[in-house]
């Protein structure tokens, strides 16, 4: 039977904060979130961590992630791309698992809900033409690429896109613009090219809030504040959360 697997890349190296990736939230590591979203999706058989760390793998066991071996060093550096890793893990592992989809989900991204993956899955299954669907978020106006500047001098700047920015005077007239959030379900075959979007992207539009991602310290302790303040439900964490 063709599966869909979940590949989170969690290497124990860290630029912004130590340990990031097992860092506690409301009492959990960090990683948790995303492994027991996965666990929970309908359309996930399985589900791995590909780490470098003895630590982070223990912890992605105990919540119920597969770790086959741990990441070897070339693919633990800060050059190496989670194409590399993840395109690593699906030839090591395809021999003894019909993988015919894979979805990546970042470690830092803990309001990943099991529907969210879900969706991905049937849309890229659905559509025969499409190499991979990925979450996305609208950027709203402040941060529209047309409100985008360059420095002209030390005390000088101008707009990137000046003309289409004359164009669109009003926030209506803008046209929409996404990124990429922290989830992509991608094909087998795509994947091992070492390229997870391919050439035709789908997408899953998300609200500002499930497409948080955490780089920095003050993103984890607001994702707590979000959490106690029930601004976002996380019914898949209910009974795990303190």
Same mark, same amino acid.
């Given at each position: 039977?063709?599966?869909?697997?979940?590949?989170?890349?969690?290497?124990?190296?860290?630029?912004?904060?130590?340990?990031?990736?097992?860092?506690?939230?409301?009492?959990?590591?960090?990683?948790?979130?995303?492994?027991?979203?996965?666990?929970? =999706?309908?359309? %996930?058989?399985?589900?791995?961590?590909? &780490?470098?760390?003895?630590?982070?793998?223990?912890?992605?066991?105990?919540?119920?992630?597969?770790?086959?071996?741990?990441?070897?060093?070339?693919?633990?550096?800060?050059? &190496?791309?989670? @194409? @590399?890793?993840?395109?690593?893990?699906?030839?090591?592992?395809? @021999?003894?698992?019909?993988?015919?989809?894979?979805?990546?989900?970042?470690? &830092?991204?803990?309001?990943?809900?099991?529907?969210?993956?879900?969706?991905?899955?049937?849309?890229?299954?659905? &559509?025969?033409?499409?190499?991979?669907?990925?979450?996305?978020?609208?950027?709203?106006?402040?941060?529209?690429?047309?409100?985008?500047?360059?420095?002209?001098?030390?005390?000088?700047?101008?707009?990137?896109?000046?003309?289409?920015?004359?164009?669109?005077?009003?926030?209506?007239?803008?046209?929409?613009?996404?990124?990429?959030?922290?989830? %992509?379900?991608?094909?087998?075959?795509?994947?091992?090219?070492?390229?997870?979007?391919?050439?035709?992207?789908?997408? %899953?539009?998300?609200?500002?809030?499930?497409?948080?991602?955490?780089?920095?310290?003050?993103?984890?302790?607001? =994702?707590?504040?979000?959490?106690?303040?029930?601004?976002?439900?996380?019914?898949?964490?209910? @009974?795990?959360?303190?």
């Amino acid at each position: 039977m063709n599966k869909n697997i979940v590949i989170i890349p969690a290497r124990k190296g860290s630029k912004r904060f130590i340990k990031k990736n097992i860092s506690n939230l409301c009492g959990v590591p960090l990683l948790a979130y995303s492994i027991t979203a996965s666990l929970e =999706a309908k359309k %996930i058989d399985e589900v791995y961590v590909s &780490t470098d760390s003895e630590e982070i793998s223990e912890i992605a066991k105990q919540y119920g992630a597969k770790i086959p071996f741990l990441r070897p060093d070339n693919l633990s550096d800060d050059l &190496t791309t989670i @194409d @590399d890793v993840c395109a690593h893990l699906v030839k090591e592992i395809e @021999d003894e698992v019909d993988i015919e989809n894979v979805i990546i989900i970042q470690p &830092t991204s803990p309001f990943v809900k099991p529907k969210h993956i879900d969706s991905c899955i049937k849309l890229l299954s659905e &559509t025969i033409e499409l190499d991979s669907v990925a979450t996305v978020s609208e950027l709203d106006h402040r941060h529209h690429p047309f409100n985008l500047g360059k420095p002209k001098t030390e005390i000088l700047w101008s707009h990137i896109y000046e003309m289409e920015r004359k164009k669109s005077k009003t926030r209506k007239s803008k046209p929409k613009v996404f990124k990429y959030c922290n989830l %992509i379900a991608v094909r087998k075959d795509i994947i091992k090219q070492k390229s997870r979007f391919g050439n035709n992207m789908g997408y %899953i539009c998300l609200g500002e809030l499930e497409s948080w991602d955490i780089d920095y310290k003050w993103q984890l302790d607001l =994702a707590e504040t979000i959490i106690r303040m029930k601004h976002i439900e996380l019914e898949h964490m209910k @009974d795990i959360i303190s």
